[in-house]
């Protein structure tokens, strides 16, 4: 399906805005304000009449992390900013562990991970003592996990997880391979080379790709999932953003990238095939995926299960959520306040609009749960 500003499948509205953050930990872009004005929201009710008052705090806050949430950060910052205009919010796209390693070193307020804080690695107990309250994962956007290619004349593509394993691990090599003719029986594909493109540096959204990958097809996948990628073949390219332009520029190219620089940068995207039909990528089928997750943390944690082998028609299964790596308490209460204020905005009001910018909102369900975590920060 080939996206474009004038529609998107499911209604979205593309008028993501571009942010020029690496994700590498040694090049890190800033985030203050620069998007269009939200808008939009989901088609149950509105995040921002059912979420609690946002009250405001002044003072600044300076979080760091995921390049996965930054287009929905630029955005949320701009709006909160309007309306609490006492407070600043600078936020460094690092990538989801630059995020996290300057949250335990004390370096930032919160941070923003694509994947969960992990309790087998230290990360969990890290930010713990760095608190000294709690730390807790809130689940804040839900970034449908994009399978961008360019190949001239074939503006409708289905790939199943097989097959998607094998092209990113070089087994299929050209688009007119037998395995993806198979699948797409009245698709004209050329004998273009594959160009493979992943990101070449610690990133959260590389984690829950390969996490999808093992869960749908260990026998090719074998490898265990990390925030750095496993393959051997194709070309590594720094955060979100260079991943995207590498595909704008390269015919034969596909990569695996967050749907809103799939939207911002006008790619086209595979239809996933889990085994309940073909399901192209909208914020409606990523929200689908999303109803089906179990919260695994303990106490206030809301680290989230997600079902990446779902068969549910109208899911689409690769999907990441971004969370707000907090404290629960904070040793200076003036910066509580100021997260808790922030963070209020975000599950509320900010919610209303992620899916013009290539997100999807989280399911009632579990925002509920997360609003109620982030109105005991102090």
């Known amino acids: ?118 309790p087998a690695k230290g990360e969990l107990a890290a930010a713990t003592t760095r608190c000294g309250s709690p730390a807790v994962d809130l689940p804040m956007v839900v970034g449908p996990v994009a399978i961008a290619y360019k190949l001239n004349g074939v503006s409708s593509l289905t790939l199943t997880p097989d097959v998607l394993a094998k092209i990113f691990l070089g087994k299929v090599t050209t688009w007119n391979d037998d395995a993806i003719k198979s699948i797409n029986k009245n698709a004209n594909l050329p004998s273009t080379p594959i160009t493979v493109f ?57 990569a695996y990238d967050e749907f809103s620089y799939a939207v911002s940068g006008n790619l086209q995207t595979a239809a996933i095939d889990n085994g309940g039909g073909a399901v192209q990528l909208s914020a409606k089928t990523a929200s689908a995926a999303v109803n089906s997750a179990t919260v695994v943390g303990t106490g206030d944690d809301l680290s989230l299960k997600l079902d990446y082998a779902t068969k549910t028609p109208g899911a689409y299964p690769i999907i990441l959520v971004t969370y707000e790596i907090t404290c629960t308490k904070y040793a200076d209460s003036a910066k509580g306040a100021l997260v808790q204020s922030f963070l209020s905005y975000t599950s509320g009001p900010g919610q209303d609009s992620l899916i013009q910018l290539g997100y999807a909102p989280l399911p009632q369900q579990i925002l509920s749960k997360v609003q109620t975590v982030v109105a005991k920060i102090s």
Request: net charge negative; proline share 3%; charged share 15%.
């Open 198 to 254: 992943y990101r070449s540096d610690q990133s959260g959204t590389t984690q829950n790709f390969e996490t999808y990958l093992k869960a749908t097809d260990p026998t090719d996948f074998t490898a265990t999932p990390s925030k750095v990628w496993a393959g051997t073949v194709g070309q590594g390219k720094s955060g979100s953003q260079g991943v995207q332009q590498a595909v704008q520029a390269t015919e034969g190219a596909i």
């Open 1 to 118: 399906m080939k996206l474009n500003r004038a529609g998107i499948a499911a209604g979205l509205l593309a008028t993501a805005v571009t942010l020029a953050a690496c994700g590498s930990d040694s090049n890190n872009t800033t985030s203050s304000s620069s998007a269009p004005a939200g808008g939009g929201g989901s088609s149950s009710a509105s995040p921002s009449a059912t979420a609690p008052a946002v009250k405001c705090a002044t003072g600044t806050l300076n979080a760091d992390g995921s390049t996965a949430q930054a287009n929905a950060m630029t955005q949320w910052i701009k709006d909160y900013q309007n309306k609490c205009s006492g407070t600043t919010v600078v936020y460094a796209g690092g990538g989801s562990g630059q995020g996290v390693t300057d949250f335990n070193g004390n370096k930032v307020d919160f941070a923003g991970s694509d994947a969960a804080l992990d």
